[in-house]
């Protein structure tokens, strides 16, 4: 009876020492399972952060690069060398198949001896430039030009920017307001492109801009040394310098769309009407016009200029003051 009683201890003994260490390895194994989960879900929140914080500075990255990097749309282009117009130009270049070599020719008699008849290719070519370029821009909406022109090396009173006016003029551009935003007399264009595009990253709204440029013999005639002849009327030469104009449109797509296309108007088109807002738009550009000629005469003479010639075309600097 009594080593039947003392089986029975131990049994109750032993299963009570298994249960035990069941729930102290149970305990253990929940203990170390919380801890795992917790450090788990710790790490899947710092990583998840890290990934969040990636992803915001990529985005960051790309609207800086979109920003500082961008294009210009090349909107409207206006080609003239002598008597050879847009495509015709090209057309030559590739019949001559010879980068060494004139598509003129050399020869003095292929040349129309008349002044007049040069004076009239050069007005021609000014038209062909604009129409091509800035007849392509929006309406009654001003747009900054850029000009240039041959150089000035005795300091004449005209300006590379009279382009802008007399181009506007030979195109028939009745509805193309235009603005000097900047000029030059150069045998160069490299300088003024770079501030074309420098004028449109300092300018976050500007939807369109337009550089142009003139040179020739005609073109240079009158920015000869006082005193000396200028070109002869009736001889036939080789130009030393062909009529040669140039227009080129630019805009940025996004810009038109968000600060020209809102303000669209259905109205009758009445320039002449003051009553509508075309009409406002035209009087009022008209009138800053002439008053910034007197404004720039009186501040040229002021200088000590005697006899000064304004531009034609008002600055934009005067048109936002």
């Not at 506007?168 to 003024?192: C, H, I, K």
């Not at 996004?254 to 600060?259: E, G, I, L, M, W």
């Amino acid at each position: 009876m009594e080593a039947q009683e003392n089986d029975m201890e131990l049994r109750d003994i032993h299963s009570v020492m298994r249960w035990g260490i069941a729930g102290v390895l149970g305990a253990v194994l929940l203990s170390y399972s919380g801890h795992w989960w917790g450090k788990a879900i710790a790490n899947e929140k710092h990583e998840l952060a890290a990934y969040k914080s990636e992803i915001i500075a990529k985005n960051s990255e790309q609207q800086t690069a979109q920003a500082r990097t961008y294009s210009l749309e090349i909107r409207g282009v206006g080609l003239a060398v002598n008597d050879w117009h847009q495509s015709s130009v090209w057309r030559e270049i590739a019949k001559k198949s010879n980068n060494f070599s004139s598509i003129f020719p050399s020869d003095s008699k292929a040349y129309n001896p008349s002044l007049s008849s040069r004076e009239t290719t050069a007005d021609i070519n000014t038209r062909v430039a604009f129409q091509h370029s800035a007849g392509e821009s929006v309406a009654y909406w001003p747009i900054p030009a850029f000009a240039l022109g041959p150089p000035n090396p005795y300091e004449k009173p005209y300006r590379a920017a009279n382009l802008i006016n007399s181009g506007r003029n030979a195109a028939t551009l009745g509805v193309t307001q235009l603005l000097w935003q900047n000029d030059e007399s150069t045998n160069y264009a490299q300088s003024m492109i770079e501030r074309l595009f420098q004028f449109f990253e300092a300018n976050p709204k500007v939807p369109q801009a337009l550089i142009a440029s003139e040179d020739g013999d005609v073109t240079r005639n009158i920015y000869r040394k006082r005193g000396t002849p200028g070109l002869q009327k009736n001889t036939q030469v080789v130009p030393t310098v062909f009529e040669s104009m140039t227009g080129l449109l630019v805009t940025r797509s996004d810009r038109v769309d968000r600060y020209i296309r809102p303000y669209a108007t259905n109205e009758p088109e009445d320039n002449q009407s003051k009553d509508t807002d075309l009409g406002k738009l035209w009087a009022f550009y008209w009138d800053r016009d002439k008053a910034f000629m007197d404004w720039y005469e009186t501040a040229e003479k002021a200088k000590g200029v005697e006899t000064p010639y304004a531009p034609g075309t008002m600055s934009t600097a005067y048109w936002q003051s």
